[in-house]
């Protein structure tokens, strides 16, 4: 009896052995894509930073040549206007 259970230790040391590996692998992978992601975030908000930098400056000097800041731009349907409800 002794060498069947010889047998099946060593059966299941090396599937525990093939399962380390493997492991050691998904976490190799996993801290690849964590520092990917750092850098794409890092990189994300350069880019952010630059266009509004840019846009920034671009309305900035859009305002002084307008003279005005574009007020009212964002009015919907029905602002300073008569109210839908009024009409009925």
Not at 1 to 26: C, D, F, H
Not at 33 to 49: D, F, K, P
């Amino acid at each position: 009896m002794i060498p069947t259970y010889g047998g099946v230790l060593s059966a299941i040391e090396k599937t525990l052995w093939k399962l380390v590996e493997e492991y050691r692998g998904v976490r190799k992978s996993l801290r690849d894509l964590v520092e990917g992601q750092e850098r794409n975030m890092a990189q994300l908000e350069r880019i952010g930073a630059a266009m509004e930098q840019r846009w920034g400056s671009e309305e900035e000097s859009g305002k002084e040549e307008n003279g005005d800041d574009m007020e009212g731009s964002e009015d919907g349907p029905g602002e300073g206007g008569t109210p839908l409800s009024a009409s009925c």
